[in-house]
């Protein structure tokens, strides 16, 4: 059964540091990762799109993708009171059928 | 990004009544959409996967003949909840997916909290 890892936290920062969130996925044929945010009672906002191996940055967000380890990571420089929301990992595989199948997410805290 | 819209936002209703939520993606045509279900402080479940022009596909545990689902253009699918109860009270959330190639993406609506008294 095709698997997506996520530590549910929370994961609670201070203001203005880096948050380090990591999943681990178990499908080696897998070729699409996304980062979603989500605000509590609201629906999953699309932050970052991965797709090969390496470093991909937007802005204050750095998505990490190593497919040898089946691994992907969100940094998020300069962390703000407004980041603090559930952070939830997306992974699509190689099939025809476009399902991304998603890790329970890991809830992050921003200290002021 | 692209817009996804689902329309009503929240809805409540008494039990063994059903339920239309649409979903539309609106600068983008859509043949595959998705719809899921989130409970209070879960991730998001499949239902089911939306394609234009052909039958719903159901994830495993999902009535569909409760949960139908019509994909009946490249920018419209709805769901119904059929004879809901009270145990079918959940978020419900579409996605859209956008087919770019080599970057593929899903795009979700804002969401339609159903409340089944």
């Known amino acids: 059964q095709k698997e997506v890892e996520q530590n549910s936290g929370p994961l609670s920062v201070p203001e203005g540091a880096i948050a380090s969130l990591n999943c681990t996925y178990s499908?080696?044929?897998?070729?699409?990762f996304f980062w979603y945010r989500q605000y509590s009672g609201k629906s999953p906002e699309l932050i970052m799109s991965?797709?090969?191996?390496g470093d991909k940055e937007d802005g204050r967000f750095t998505a990490q993708l190593n497919k040898a380890s089946q691994y992907v990571s969100l940094l998020i420089r300069d962390s703000q009171p407004s980041d603090s929301a559930t952070y939830l990992c997306?992974?699509?595989?190689?099939?025809?059928?476009?399902?991304?199948?998603f890790g329970s997410g890991t809830r992050l805290l921003v200290r002021p | 990004g692209a817009v996804v819209s689902q329309h009503p936002s929240r809805v409540i209703c008494k039990s063994g009544t059903s339920v239309k939520i649409e979903c539309r993606s609106l600068?983008?045509?859509?043949?595959?959409m998705f719809w899921y279900r989130q409970f209070p402080k879960q991730s998001l479940m499949l239902m089911a996967t939306?394609?234009?022009?052909?039958?719903?596909?159901?994830e495993q545990g999902v009535e569909k003949d409760k949960f139908l689902i019509n994909h009946a253009s490249l920018t419209l699918s709805t769901l119904t909840v059929t004879s809901a109860h009270p145990e079918d009270s959940s978020f419900y959330i579409c996605?859209?997916?956008?087919?770019?190639?080599?970057?593929?993406?899903?795009?979700f609506g804002p969401g339609t909290r159903l409340t089944v008294l």
């Open positions: 996605s859209a997916f956008r087919d770019r190639g080599s970057t593929d993406t899903q795009y």
């Open positions: 499908d080696r044929g897998s070729q699409s």
């Open positions: 991965i797709y090969s191996n």
């Open positions: 997306a992974v699509g595989g190689m099939d025809s059928s476009y399902k991304l199948i």
């Open positions: 600068d983008f045509q859509a043949t595959t």
């Open positions: 939306s394609n234009e022009g052909s039958k719903a596909t159901y």
